[in-house]
């Protein structure tokens, strides 16, 4: 078998998703995502400038071979922009050598270890009110699980992911023109009303509900360490980023002082990035995506590590990953013995299904891979002309006196 073209797709629903399709002699294709949120035309361009050209009469079987050689040949290792183009060519292999093989990728990797996966769902308030109706919702659907945010009092406009307009898809991207939006954040605020946030939330919702907080990168160590120690009495399912990951020290004085589960690696893009993390114990859940850490063949890699070390998965899944990689995602959750939860952000609009056609579905709070030959998820190429790109910022965050803080 060989590669004969790929092409590049940058669009969709309120997102600027990117997708490749490499089709072969054989005329079985696959498809990858390659969307980096908010720098979306990087990896589209790596992709269809450097990459593509090198792909052009390889065998697609040969998807270890080809992953080294991107790697490798890049020189240049690692980084979010690579990670994410090689990721979309990695998924797309594996896509093709399912349909080769007539089977779902999870059989490739091992087989089901589950019937469903465990997903958590987003719910955010302006205030506790505005949260507590958001969290009722996801209750309602089935969700076991959520992760929540709240406006913080006194605090207006800030706090991170408030989706003020129920926008789903685009609370975190600021369409804002040329310039990012600006917030400000105030560590004092917030360590103050969390406990209060977290205490109404138990008292309303009870012992049973899987409550999920994400610090977004903004505490220092120490402020993270006392925090940590002061989430214990609410039995988080995780505190996620409380602390810059890129600080990976940082982590030691919170693992001294609490045993709340610290869930990081959203920006994370290969192993390296994390081994002495999942190594030393200092976290729970690894947070890495198929897409930004290549695709799932270093991530397969990466998960059976953090399996020897008791360190289970929590992928990333924020909006901007396409359905292909929430897909991706969904074969190694089937498999992974180490399995924790799956971050899920309901895309099911009817349009984001036109565009890409799959038989996975989400019910009461959990992903169902379906069996369809490799990654199960097709991309409609008549559909994708309907979309243009739209350029978006992440936010960025200052302190109250005007110094740049973590978004
Ligand atoms: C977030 C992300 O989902 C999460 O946990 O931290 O939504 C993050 O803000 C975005 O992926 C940034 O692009
Ligand atoms: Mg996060």
Not at 295 to 313: E, M, Q, S, W
């Amino acid at each position: 078998m060989k590669i004969t073209h790929a092409e590049v797709f940058v669009g969709g629903p309120g997102k600027n998703y990117v997708t490749l399709k490499i089709m072969t002699d054989e005329g079985l294709y696959g498809v990858g995502d390659a969307t980096l949120n908010n720098r979306e035309l990087l990896p589209a361009a790596y992709l269809k400038e450097y990459l593509i050209p090198c792909l052009i009469g390889k065998d697609p079987q040969k998807i270890e071979d080809i992953w080294q050689y991107f790697y490798k040949g890049a020189y240049f290792r690692r980084g979010p922009v690579a990670m994410a183009a090689f990721g979309a060519i990695d998924q797309a292999l594996w896509d093709i050598k399912g349909k080769a093989a007539n089977m779902p990728v999870y059989q490739l990797l091992g087989g089901k270890s589950r019937d469903a996966s465990k997903i958590y769902a987003h719910a955010s308030g302006v205030d506790i009110e505005h949260l507590k109706d958001s969290i009722r919702g996801y209750l309602e659907q089935g969700y076991e699980a959520v992760r929540v945010q709240c406006g913080i009092p006194d605090m207006p406009g800030s706090g991170y992911a408030i989706n003020q307009n129920k926008d789903v898809k685009n609370y975190i991207t600021s369409f804002n023109g040329n310039v990012p939006k600006e917030e400000v954040w105030d560590s004092k605020k917030y360590l103050r009303y969390l406990p209060k946030m977290l205490e109404e939330l138990r008292v309303t919702f009870g012992e049973d509900i899987d409550i999920l907080h994400d610090v977004h990168h903004r505490l220092t160590p120490r402020e993270a360490a006392q925090f940590g120690k002061e989430m214990e009495q609410f039995n988080l399912y995780w505190l996620e980023d409380p602390t810059p990951a890129e600080d990976q020290d940082a982590l030691k004085l919170l693992r001294q002082h609490s045993t709340v589960p610290i869930a990081i690696g959203e920006v994370f893009n290969s192993i390296y990035d994390c081994h002495q993390l999942i190594q030393n114990q200092m976290i729970d859940f690894i947070r890495v995506s198929c897409t930004y850490a290549g695709g799932i063949t270093p991530t397969r890699k990466l998960v059976d590590f953090a399996a020897h070390f008791n360190v289970k998965t929590g992928f990333h899944g924020a909006p901007s990953h396409s359905p292909i990689s929430m897909a991706a995602q969904g074969h190694i959750n089937a498999w992974a013995p180490n399995f924790g939860i799956q971050e899920y952000l309901v895309l099911g609009t009817s349009e984001c299904d036109q565009l890409f056609p799959s038989d996975h579905f989400v019910k009461n709070g959990h992903f169902h891979i379906s069996d369809a030959p490799g990654l199960g998820v097709d991309f409609d190429e008549k559909e994708v002309v309907k979309y243009s790109f739209n350029k978006g910022y992440h936010p960025v965050t200052r302190l109250t006196d005007g110094t740049v803080w973590n978004y």
